[in-house]
């Protein structure tokens, strides 16, 4: 299973530090930068990511504004993702630990404590996300896997999944309800389509097109939801955003 990390951090020399690092560990993946606190507050609301990397620099006056965004995070969400500190001194260890601060790195990070944080992080945070999902229509479940559903499509108040057999199954809620509910790793490219990012094999830009399947089908994506698009490019090939 994947899981995705935001890093919060105005020092591009130290972003990519720890996008070096993490190049060791592929079942992790950047979905975002911020550079600054509001940034980093409107990422997370919207992105989501599971771990925030926390730059937290001990000359700086905004230390304290940084940290701050635990304790704001929680006037919009019930459970925030799993904040790691980084920073060059402990000075700010227990005021961290106090804004709710799930694990506290010192410089210079090594691979070593790198993981060792990452394996703090999923004992203490097995993925609550389910396997499958129930569509029900009347007094029928059906139960399917996701790592079988390609894409969903909208079909006015209802939400074709296109399943990678072949099938379609058709659920009576609409393609927002799912959106809310579905895992990372599905992403909305359209106002109709929602797709499993990990049957995309080829983004065209140009054509605005997405390919699934091992480019056996393609779907268009549009410009409101670019952002998500960035998003799937950087989880496959980082380097080329």
């Known amino acids: 299973m994947q899981h995705s990390y935001l890093i919060v951090d105005d020092n591009t020399s130290h972003v990519q530090e720890t996008l070096r690092l ?66 060059a001194t402990q000075k700010f260890a227990f005021e961290a630990i106090k804004a709710g ?58 939400t074709d999944f296109h399943l990678q057999n072949g099938r379609t199954v058709t659920a009576y809620k609409t393609l927002k309800h799912y ?13 109709s389509y929602i797709v499993n990012s990990n049957y995309i094999s080829r983004i065209n830009t140009g054509k605005s097109l997405c390919y699934l399947n091992n480019s056996d089908l393609s779907i268009s994506f549009s410009k409101t939801f670019k952002d998500n698009i960035d998003t799937i490019i950087r989880r496959i090939a980082p380097e080329y955003l």
């Open 101 to 158: 601060v799930s694990d506290y790195l010192l410089k210079p990070l090594s691979t070593f404590e790198l993981r060792k944080s990452l394996l703090r992080f999923q004992r203490t945070n097995p993925s609550a996300a389910s396997n499958t999902i129930c569509i029900k229509s009347y007094g029928d479940y059906q139960f399917i896997s996701l790592s079988d559903v390609v894409y969903l499509k909208a079909d006015n108040n209802t």
């Open 22 to 87: 993490f190049e060791g560990f592929p079942e992790y993946y950047c979905v975002g930068i911020a550079t600054t606190c509001d940034e980093a507050i409107n990422k997370i609301l919207e992105l989501q990511p599971q771990i925030v990397f926390l730059e937290v620099s001990p000359s700086s006056k905004k230390s304290g504004l940084c940290l701050s965004i635990i304790t704001e995070l929680y006037q919009f969400i019930d459970t925030i993702p799993y904040f790691i500190v980084h920073t």
């Open 179 to 191: 959106e809310a509910s579905l895992p990372f790793f599905f992403l909305r490219v359209h106002n």
